[in-house]
């Protein structure tokens, strides 16, 4: 069983910037596509961004576009989430998790599996 850990969380201004990480617990991490997804209170789990096996396919959710950047280092069985100009509504739990079905898009949370504790985003003024 595939196990994440997230870290990195915490609290930045508006404005400020902060860097996710996630390990995995197993080298098989290199064969995962995996994402990024974020949960504020009381919202749906949202999508935030997805890299392929390679890193070379990468796709973020519009309201993330330009100011958050999704990056892997498969020896280090390490994915990242480059957080800058934050701003209030990005405060959520987010979540990184291997894709393990391929039936419906990239963004639906239903194709992930393997979800851990998440890290806690506060952003404040």
């Known amino acids: 069983q595939v196990q994440m850990s997230e870290s990195g969380g915490g609290l930045a201004q508006i404005g400020g910037s902060l860097r996710l990480s996630c390990t995995s617990s197993?080298?098989?991490?290199?064969?995962?596509?995996m994402a990024w997804f974020r949960q504020a209170p009381g919202n749906a789990r949202e999508f935030v961004a997805s890299?392929?096996?390679?890193?070379?396919?990468?796709y973020y959710a519009d309201s993330v576009k330009g100011r958050f950047t999704i990056s892997r280092d498969n020896a280090k069985t390490t994915l990242y989430l480059q957080m800058d100009n934050l701003k209030p509504e990005d405060a959520a739990v987010y979540y990184c998790?291997?894709?393990?079905?391929?039936?419906?898009?990239?963004?639906?949370?239903?194709?992930?599996?393997?979800w851990g504790q998440g890290t806690r985003v506060t952003v404040s003024s």
């Open positions: 197993t080298r098989t991490f290199s064969t995962y596509a």
């Open positions: 890299s392929s096996v390679n890193g070379l396919n990468i």
């Open positions: 998790v291997p894709r393990t079905i391929w039936t419906r898009s990239y963004s639906d949370s239903g194709q992930y599996d393997y």
